[in-house]
């Protein structure tokens, strides 16, 4: 009787391929933990259990990162596909087991403090994804140093887990405190360049604006205006405001000041009489304060040189809008202890003006 033939052994990928085939697993992850809910269960949710499940989960990551590095660096013959195959797999399942334990989050526990562990949850699957990615280059391609900057990437986003906020009041906190620095730095940016602007743009004479061919246009005196224009440099009155400009500015900086203001309100309100377990209030405050900072930047970018003033009123009737509703959530929720507290009219009131201050200097152009 003849004997059955010896079963075939599966040839394993070289262990530079694996490297790469084991990115593209744990990228095809991201999308999931991007915009995914946490996973339903009857279990009663432990906040003491996921945090050590999570921090643990990070760690086991970081360690891996750095004996890969490790193992990457291992002379000829090794790594072995085979030794190779289940040091992936070492990767694969600690990977995985972060973000189990982000899906572990329920969603009543905030939509903020959900966002952020996911947020940090995809840091950690791309930074392992990359220092993969870095590793499957030639040594040439890739020297020791950008494998520990990839290897560093991994180890910081792992160690942004322990000091992650541990409730929802506290990650929205963390949120409003981001957008305030956000807004500051928008605000302070404007103002330097209102303090650079050239203060002589506007007081040239007939004779000079006559011969530049433009009004309110500075003369640095190095260059050819009509070689520049051919080079595709910009003109001075590409980088100049006018004088209509220049007050136009006024209001539009004084909306971007009541606005920081409203923020910084909001905040303070929120961690002085902001209640843990009232988490739907919570994250409606901090959803649309979310929406001040990049409309605040679209006003910015709308009032630098050459100005569209149609496109500073559009944009700045958008912030107006965004910050009065944030006002108002905030005045209906648990924060404002006296909703007939006088700073949230006040503030009301000065957006306004500033409001009507831009629709007053730009009315001319909804009539052109």
């Excluded at 986003?157 to 928008?186: E, G, H």
């Excluded at 002589?200 to 004479?205: C, D, K």
């Excluded at 605040?296 to 700045?316: E, G, Q």
């Excluded at 912030?319 to 700073?343: C, F, G, N, R, Y």
Aim: proline letters at 6%; one cysteine or more; aromatic letters at 4%.
């Amino acid at each position: 009787m003849a004997s059955a033939p010896a079963a075939t052994v599966p040839m394993l990928a070289p262990p530079l391929e694996q490297f790469r085939n084991l990115a593209v697993e744990l990228r095809l992850l991201i999308p999931g933990v991007r915009v995914g809910e946490a996973r339903e269960t009857t279990e009663e949710f432990n906040r003491e259990k996921f945090w050590k499940r999570l921090n643990e989960a990070a760690m086991e990551v970081s360690r891996e990162a750095m004996t890969l590095i490790a193992f990457s660096r291992l002379p000829p013959p090794s790594p072995s596909p085979q030794e190779t195959q289940m040091f992936c797999e070492q990767i694969q399942v600690a990977v995985e087991a972060v973000v189990a334990a982000c899906y572990s989050l329920p969603k009543d526990q905030g939509i903020t403090l959900c966002k952020l562990v996911r947020s940090t949850t995809v840091d950690i699957v791309d930074g392992m994804a990359q220092l993969l990615e870095v590793l499957t280059f030639t040594p040439a391609q890739s020297p020791e140093n950008k494998d520990l900057i990839s290897c560093n990437s991994v180890w910081i986003a792992c160690q942004q887990v322990p000091q992650l906020p541990r409730d929802n009041k506290a990650a929205v906190l963390l949120t409003l405190t981001k957008s305030v620095d956000f807004v500051k730095d928008a605000l302070e940016e404007m103002e330097q360049a209102m303090e650079e602007c050239d203060p002589y743009s506007g007081l040239m004479n007939d004779s000079e604006e006559d011969n530049f061919g433009n009004d309110h246009r500075v003369d640095f005196g190095d260059s050819n205006d009509a070689e520049e224009d051919a080079l595709g440099f910009p003109n001075n009155q590409d980088v100049c405001w006018s004088e209509e400009d220049q007050e136009l500015l006024i209001p539009c900086l004084a909306l971007v000041k009541a606005s920081k203001a409203s923020l910084k309100k909001i905040r303070i309100l929120v961690a002085e009489n902001g209640k843990k377990d009232q988490v739907a209030q919570l994250d409606d405050i901090v959803a649309i304060s979310d929406e001040i900072s990049p409309s605040v930047d679209d006003l910015a970018l709308s009032t630098y040189p050459p100005m569209c003033r149609l496109t500073v009123r559009i944009n700045s009737a958008k912030l107006v809008s965004v910050v009065k509703k944030a006002l108002e959530i905030t005045k209906a929720s648990h924060v404002t202890a006296q909703p007939e507290d006088s700073w949230i009219p006040l503030l009301i009131a000065a957006i306004d003006h500033c409001m009507n201050r831009i629709k007053e200097l730009t009315q001319s152009e909804l009539e052109l």
